[in-house]
């Protein structure tokens, strides 16, 4: 089955700096990947995907580049602010009819200080 | 905006008893999940149902767990005889009929004592 990795676990910045996640995934069937935030006591919330047609994405402060070939995908927030400190998954799935089934990453724990 | 809503949001239990979690999935969706998460660790999968039965399931979702779609709106997920290690956070998800993206719900903190 897929296995996706996630690093780091855990990211400390500075307000204003940039933030960078990186995932791999093993299963060269997969062609949708999905990040999520989550805050304390919520469910993950989607704030943006890719699909393996795309190399790269970009919705405001937030980015997503995927290398298929290396199985790799990244999250980058530029501009950070304290709003933005929550826990990250990346997630990886087969898309088509079924792509709500996904592997996640183990999180990412983003602190923003101001 | 159109949500996945689950209750309760959070539920005590003892070993061995029976639970039922309810979802109500955002309506025009045709897929829905269960995932949970143990506190601290990553969010795993559980089951996908679709036109009223179940289209896969993980390892974890046993002979224990259950899925059900009761009526036009509701989408639960039973556990017959709840064990200690099933405590966690179990969330529901829809997605549209296209199978696209997933929305989750806010949650139901399971806690078995």
């Known amino acids: 089955g897929e296995n996706v990795e996630q690093h780091p676990s855990t990211l400390s910045v500075q307000e204003g700096d940039s933030a960078v996640i990186k995932c791999t995934y093993s299963?060269?069937?997969?062609?949708?990947f999905p990040w999520y935030k989550q805050e304390l006591g919520k469910g993950p919330q989607l704030i943006i995907d890719?699909?393996?047609?795309?190399g790269e994405k970009k919705d405001q402060r937030i980015a997503v580049t995927l290398n298929k070939t290396a199985k790799h995908f990244s999250l980058h927030i530029t501009e950070t602010q304290p709003e933005d400190s929550a826990v990250y998954f990346c997630?990886?799935?087969?898309?088509?009819?079924?792509?709500?089934?996904?592997?996640f990453g183990d999180g990412t724990t983003l602190t923003v200080k101001p | 905006e159109p949500e996945v809503t689950q209750t309760p949001s959070h539920q005590v239990t003892q070993m061995g008893q029976e639970v039922i979690l309810r979802c109500v999935p955002i309506?025009?969706?045709?897929?829905f999940y269960w995932y949970r998460q143990i506190l601290g660790q990553k969010v795993e999968f559980l089951v996908s149902?679709?036109?009223?039965?179940?289209?896969?399931k993980s390892e974890i979702f046993d002979d224990q767990f259950s899925v059900e779609r009761p009526d036009g709106s509701n989408f639960t997920l039973k556990i017959r005889s709840t064990k200690l290690e099933d405590s966690a956070m179990y969330f529901c998800?829809?997605?549209?009929?296209?199978?696209?993206?997933?929305?989750f719900g806010q949650g139901t903190r399971l806690t078995v004592v």
């Open positions: 998800a829809s997605s549209e009929p296209r199978g696209t993206e997933a929305f």
């Open positions: 299963d060269s069937a997969s062609n949708y």
């Open positions: 890719i699909r393996s047609n795309v």
């Open positions: 997630a990886a799935s087969r898309g088509g009819t079924n792509a709500g089934k996904s592997t």
């Open positions: 309506s025009n969706h045709l897929y």
């Open positions: 149902f679709y036109n009223n039965e179940i289209s896969e």
